[in-house]
């Protein structure tokens, strides 16, 4: 029989009693000698970190990409540049707006982000299981999250100020028709396709530039549910897509998407029918048609839930040579803010936990001291750059191309391509439908919209719908009215 290891403290010493205090006798107060109990009381105080403000509740799990068609005309990634090629990669699923108590099954956007352990170190990919999204640019977007989130005097989520603002943003009404649309609700992450949503650059060997966007395609089919169902599901199980995933990589039945890209020479981005870096416009795929890229697999759950979902760190500005950003506005902001949501969270040298450390490639540079540095800190190497000291030096490769920029400084909104427009997608995603499926929209936003105390809120919304599609706009209508005589 093994024997047991022994309990010790946090500085190893043996742990003589778990079950009973220190006291002043068996009836005599706890003593303040008892270090084993002040330690043990002040590491839970603290053992939760902030939660994210968005994408608070998520699950994750590892895997690898392998790449299954030659793509080296377009990019010079190292780990895209051979067919049969794996990297590991560890991707989180997450719903936006709701706390880490929340439900699995609310009507929202889920987050789809992807670390790619490569040779070049980490490429993250954070994007979600819409191709769009309700802004185009990062101004207005704690604007649009408070307004999602709990409203500072009912502290619930108002239904006033979720359609106040969209009524507002007309921009927001292909997402809006999406997330209230069939997809709105996914049965689970493995039946949900996921999307780098934003405009990204590839680069070749030869220094050509092109926009690309990613498209994953779930290998187990959209399955989706609908409100009633989620509801039912939500008040039974509120965990129920973080078990399916859980449990279908215990059973060994290993999810996976393929990708796909849309490439766009940079050369048509100017005369393209509207602006190709807009977030709330998808590109049409007769213009563009999807390339085979890989196959994204997932075959292991993290041992922790906290070391390694909790603590996992996405910046969608840690590129690798051969991938870079674009003009994209909202992505631009994304590059600072999602950086610094992870020092503020999980401290400075989050870099180094590994979960978030590169895989396959060791790193060196300058960084020093912070809290909780809990490796050797570069020892007595040099901490400054350049020195004669042998010490790591820049590497005069480009990691992407250089993106064209002119113009004055100034607030502008974007100039208009021929087709610029805040309606036509939505209403073209409309009228896609079919009536079964345009009733249950109707119907979802409905019975949201018709909670909305202001009439104005109200007209401004249906107006944004009929602006998108008459007929759209005109059953949302009916649809309020009919429930608010009720």
Request: charged letters at 25%.
């Amino acid at each position: 029989m093994t024997k047991k290891k022994t309990l010790t403290t946090e500085s190893g010493a043996p742990v003589p009693d778990n079950q009973n205090s220190q006291t002043a006798g068996p009836n005599g107060p706890v003593l303040l000698q008892d270090h084993h109990l002040i330690e043990k009381l002040a590491r839970f105080e603290r053992e939760r970190i902030p939660e994210r403000v968005v994408h608070a509740k998520g699950s994750g799990a590892y895997g690898y990409f392998e790449v299954t068609k030659d793509i080296t005309r377009y990019t010079k990634a190292k780990f895209l540049n051979q067919v049969g090629k794996r990297t590991e990669i560890f991707i989180r699923f997450s719903t936006v707006a709701g706390e880490k108590g929340s439900a699995d099954t609310v009507r929202d956007p889920r987050g789809f982000a992807i670390k790619f352990y490569t040779e070049d170190g980490n490429y993250d990919l954070v994007g979600n299981d819409t191709p769009i999204f309700f802004l185009r640019d990062p101004l207005k977007f704690a604007d649009f999250i408070h307004s999602q989130k709990r409203d500072p005097y009912t502290n619930v989520q108002e239904p006033d100020n979720v359609w106040d603002f969209f009524s507002l943003s007309p921009e927001a009404t292909h997402q809006f028709t999406w997330l209230f649309g069939d997809r709105g609700i996914p049965a689970s992450y493995r039946n949900m396709d996921g999307f780098g949503s934003h405009t990204f650059q590839w680069v070749n060997a030869k220094g050509e530039a092109f926009w690309v966007k990613y498209h994953f395609k779930t290998d187990q089919g959209i399955r989706c549910l609908t409100s009633k169902e989620a509801a039912r599901i939500a008040g039974e199980n509120p965990d129920y897509h973080h078990l399916d995933l859980l449990h279908a990589i215990e059973r060994k039945e290993y999810p996976s998407w393929t990708l796909k890209m849309q490439i766009m020479p940079v050369s048509e981005a100017a005369n393209y029918r509207f602006n190709p870096f807009d977030l709330t416009k998808v590109w049409l795929h007769k213009d563009y048609p999807l390339i085979d890229v890989g196959k994204l697999v997932l075959n292991r759950n993290p041992d922790n839930y906290f070391a390694d979902v909790e603590q996992a760190a996405f910046n969608p500005a840690n590129f690798v040579p051969g991938i870079g950003p674009s003009p994209d506005k909202m992505l631009q902001g994304r590059l600072f803010a999602y950086g610094d949501a992870h020092r503020y969270r999980l401290g400075v040298n989050h870099t180094a936990l590994p979960v978030n450390r590169p895989h396959a490639v060791d790193t060196h540079n300058y960084g020093r001291d912070g809290q909780m540095r809990f490796d050797g800190n570069s020892a007595r190497a040099k901490n400054y750059e350049p020195n004669s000291f042998d010490g790591p030096a820049q590497s005069n490769e480009p990691t992407y191309a250089p993106i064209e920029v002119h113009g004055a400084t100034g607030s502008f909104a974007w100039e208009r391509h021929k087709e610029d427009n805040d309606f036509v997608q939505a209403g073209n995603l409309y009228r896609l439908m079919s009536e079964d499926e345009k009733n249950r929209l109707v119907e979802n936003i409905a019975n949201s919209l018709s909670h909305v105390s202001r009439e104005e809120i109200i007209e401004r919304t249906i107006s944004n719908f009929r602006n998108a599609d008459p007929d759209y706009g005109n059953r949302i209508a009916k649809a309020v009215q009919t429930l608010q005589k009720h």
